[in-house]
């Protein structure tokens, strides 16, 4: 999912995983394109080089849209997630985000509900933690992150920096594990409603490689290219 969003988000991320936060009376639609050179997904390598295209509206505070990645090489399933959520104020400073997102895999071998809840501050690095449970893996993930946007006046961009640390709790006789992550995008405003963004992200999963993912690999660097079009 974007909303890790954001890779991060990403990660989300993971994202699911995170999703923007409708602030308008107005609906608000926005569709967006990327090319990953890896799908890596809470830390595990997912799929090879894949395209993630998505949809999402937004109305004053709900969410909702759906999300899909389809491996260019054809050897992992295609994934589409549905998801749908809602953002609102606790106080000046913190906020929450609760929602739900359905995984399908093709051939239907996988597939599965979970829930997700955050909190996020609108303080200096922009730090939030979100619990998701999957109802039915009964698994649980814990992931923590921050963010921040460095100006580079000379060229008129700015590099948003993030950072992650994720703990994934899983049943069935699967190891626990945790991962971290670091990120650095870079937005550019195509026109007053199109952007292209550049990132590169690393994910790191620790001394013990989990199992679940396709590869080995108990760190991965990540680049990806997308495009977002707001209506």
Known sequence: MKKTILALATLAAGLSSS??????NQLAVSLDATYV??????GLETAGASIQPSLEANYRDFYAGVWYSDDFAGQVASETDLYAGYNFALTETFSADVGLTRYLYERQIGDSTEAFVG???NV??????????????ES???IASIGHSVPVAKLGLQVDLSALVGLVQRT???????YWGVGAAIPYQLSENAK???AVNYTNVGDAEPTGGISSEQDQVVYSLGVAIGF
């Open 19 to 24: 999703a923007a936060e409708g602030q308008s």
């Open 37 to 42: 050179s890896t799908y890596v997904f809470r």
């Open 119 to 121: 909190l996020k501050a």
């Open 124 to 137: 200096l690095l922009s730090p939030s933690l979100y619990s998701y449970y999957d109802l039915d893996n």
């Open 140 to 142: 649980t993930t814990y």
């Open 172 to 178: 069935n006789g699967a190891a626990d594990y945790n």
């Open 196 to 198: 292209l963004t550049a």
